[in-house]
């Protein structure tokens, strides 16, 4: 897997769907970490991701914890609009795990200010806007890393 998507307690199923079937697409591994605003078996998460859903390449972990014992030796990147710095600056290479936080808050306070020099954006252009849909967010920074890894 070139690259890792990882979603801390995501709240939409309709963006989790999307976002299976980009992890699908794009080759990369998805993680999904609780509490979820849903069930992974709730209807709208299967029908954005289609019948692509039984294909992905998929973890779950019970907790923000569980997820960093697991990974402990991974290189992580953090999205935020709170970053420094853009995604274009990020130096991708496989494996490294790109991780967003949930819908209506994004990351924890606590995780950004403990990752701020691997704390990233993605540059908005309006004054209007703080944010993008997350789905969204994901297949921009993904496929950055794969142009990036010439994939």
């Avoid at 697409?25 to 019948?51: C, I, N, T, W, Y």
Wanted: proline share 4%; charged share 25%.
């Amino acid at each position: 897997m070139p690259l890792h998507i990882v979603l801390f307690e995501p709240e939409i199923p309709n963006n989790t769907g999307n976002i299976g079937r980009l992890s699908l697409a794009s080759g990369s591994h998805l993680h999904l970490v609780k509490p979820f605003g849903f069930e992974l078996s709730d209807k709208r998460v299967k029908r954005a991701g289609l019948d692509y859903w039984q294909h992905i390449s998929l973890t779950i972990y019970d907790s923000i914890e569980d997820f960093y014992l697991k990974n402990s030796d991974k290189e992580f990147v953090y999205f935020s609009s709170h970053g420094d710095k853009t995604h274009w600056d990020i130096d991708f290479k496989d494996n490294l795990f790109l991780i967003f936080g949930k819908e209506s808050k994004g990351l924890p306070e606590e995780i950004t200010a403990q990752n701020s020099n691997s704390l990233y954006k993605i540059p908005l252009h309006s004054d209007h806007v703080r944010s993008l849909n997350l789905a969204n967010a994901v297949s921009i920074v993904v496929y950055e890393g794969l142009r990036q890894l010439s994939l």
